[in-house]
């Protein structure tokens, strides 16, 4: 097995696009980082196929289908070189505050329209890897409203009694675990009614979770230990035995997401805002990882990920 550890040295999205400037590199590369030199089948998951000019040929007698490194992963059927793709994944585990189009395309010399796609399509795989994993301990919840243009940004968080008036903005439940994970979603609204289920779904029943004093998360004390911090204008720590509950690990996430927003989008349409809160939502649960690690870490999603066309233009 082929060790890449120089690339590990890498440190900008040039330096990367011109590492990987064939496709026989990538190819290589990818392939290392899907099967770790243990090529397996994506149709049967056999072991050990034949080799073949463009690609591989499975020795299951009951299957022996033909697949290339790049079957059943998120490049198949793709255009795009390997190349771009992977300079896009670089740069998106990379950018702190986010990636625009418009610069992606200048930087790496390809249309805005593609640069967009792969940008939204990177951002869809990435968003996997949060989904099946359950928040425990102490959770810090809030909601905030986020979306539409730059110009209407600044509106008071207060909004969330004021909700249906704002055409373009849409409210955003966000979940923390103290020292841990953050999951962020896109709701209809901030009722209980949606609030709950979301809770079900994506915290342990049991765990703490610490809010203001919102309505919304009113009914949560029957499956969890509720812990409201904040009442009316005022932003209380409280403070029981040596814990200490606030919301202080939310808000700062938001803050981030909404500098992000207006440093590197000018707008955002409703349908794809999961997208952009979900990019966020990666590079804060592997910010302790190097940026290698990230592009590691964001090929390995790629290749066990497929997205349908609607899937990404978020029509199912
Ligand atoms: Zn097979």
């Not at 009614?193 to 029943?205: D, G, S, W, Y």
Request: net charge positive; hydrophobic share 30%; aromatic share 12%.
């Amino acid at each position: 097995m082929k060790a890449f550890k120089p690339l590990s040295k890498f440190k900008g999205i040039g330096e990367i696009y011109r590492y990987f400037n064939t496709e026989k590199k990538c190819k290589d590369y990818y392939e290392q980082a899907r099967w770790g030199g243990n090529v397996t089948c994506p149709h049967c998951g056999s072991e050990n196929p034949y080799r073949t000019n463009r690609g591989f040929k499975c020795s299951n007698k009951e299957c022996h289908k033909k697949f290339s490194i790049i079957s059943g992963s998120i490049f198949e059927n793709t255009k795009i070189s390997l190349s771009i793709w992977f300079a896009v994944i670089y740069k998106m585990g990379i950018a702190k505050k986010g990636v625009n189009s418009h610069e992606l395309s200048r930087e790496i010399g390809i249309s805005q329209p593609t640069a967009w796609f792969l940008l939204q399509r990177v951002r869809t795989f990435l968003s996997v890897e949060i989904m099946n994993v359950m928040l425990n301990g102490i959770i810090e919840a809030d909601e905030t409203y986020f979306g539409g243009r730059v110009t209407n940004m600044k509106v008071n968080k207060r909004t969330k009694d004021s909700q249906g008036r704002s055409l373009t903005k849409k409210p955003v439940v966000g979940m923390i675990e103290r020292n841990g994970k953050v999951k962020a979603f896109v709701t209809e609204d901030t009722t209980a009614k949606v609030i709950n289920p979301l809770f079900k779904e994506h915290v342990v029943e049991g765990s703490t979770v610490v809010t203001d004093g919102y309505t919304g998360y009113v009914n949560i004390q029957e499956k969890y230990n509720h812990k409201s911090v904040k009442h009316g204008k005022y932003k209380f720590i409280l403070k029981e035995g040596d814990n200490k509950f606030h919301t202080q690990n939310i808000e700062g996430f938001w803050s981030l997401l909404k500098r992000s927003y207006v440093g590197i989008h000018h707008y955002m349409s409703p349908k794809h805002l999961q997208k952009y809160v979900s990019e966020h939502v990666y590079r804060h649960n592997n910010r302790k990882l190097t940026k290698f690690g990230l592009f590691e870490n964001s090929l390995a999603l790629a290749a066990s990920t497929r997205i349908t066309y609607n899937q990404l233009i978020g029509k199912s």
